[in-house]
């Protein structure tokens, strides 16, 4: 018996959860954070969250992180500099699939470039946070720099409602 290469096209179909995957990168420079003011998205605007982004197709979500961090913060990170913090599945128990999602968060100490805020679009600021005295983070956000703040680790996965 052959294992087949790739499921069918309609795998996906029906009783199936899509899940959107998005990218999170926190920059970390002694006990502060990069943050940017969010803007313009239609998700949390005026709230303040790390770099992040969703998942391209044909993408990994290492690519994503990478490219991301370019993106939004002029940075270049090395992929092997992306260090695991956690996965975030958050989801509606019976909502739509566009809210059933999947978050990796990578930790990077150290990047290539200074910090700037590179889509006015999406973002009004761009600052460095002491982890022990942030503004108003998006909240699933804020667990995972709580967390960081007090040097407690992070489970691999964490289901949003738990």
């Known amino acids: 018996m052959t294992t087949p290469e790739h499921y069918r096209p309609d795998d996906h179909l029906g009783h199936r959860s899509l899940l959107v995957a998005a990218a999170y990168v926190v920059l970390r420079r002694g006990d502060e954070v990069l943050l940017q003011l969010r803007q313009g998205t239609g998700y949390m605007d005026g ?28 940075v270049r990170v090395d992929p092997d500099a992306l260090e695991p913090l956690t996965a975030l599945h958050r989801f509606e128990r019976g909502g739509p699939a566009v809210e059933q999602r999947l978050d990796a968060f990578f930790l ?21 946070y002491p982890l022990t005295a942030l503004p108003d983070v998006v909240p699933h956000e804020r667990l995972v720099l709580d967390a960081l703040a007090t040097g407690r680790p992070l489970p691999a996965v964490v289901s949003l409602p738990r």
Request: net charge negative.
């Open 47 to 74: 709230r303040w969250g790390v770099l992040a982004g969703h998942v391209d197709p044909g993408e990994s979500v290492h690519e994503a992180a990478v490219r991301e961090a370019l993106e939004e913060g002029g």
């Open 108 to 128: 990077a100490r150290s990047w290539h470039g200074e910090p700037t805020l590179q889509e006015p679009d999406k973002s009004a600021a761009m600052g460095w």
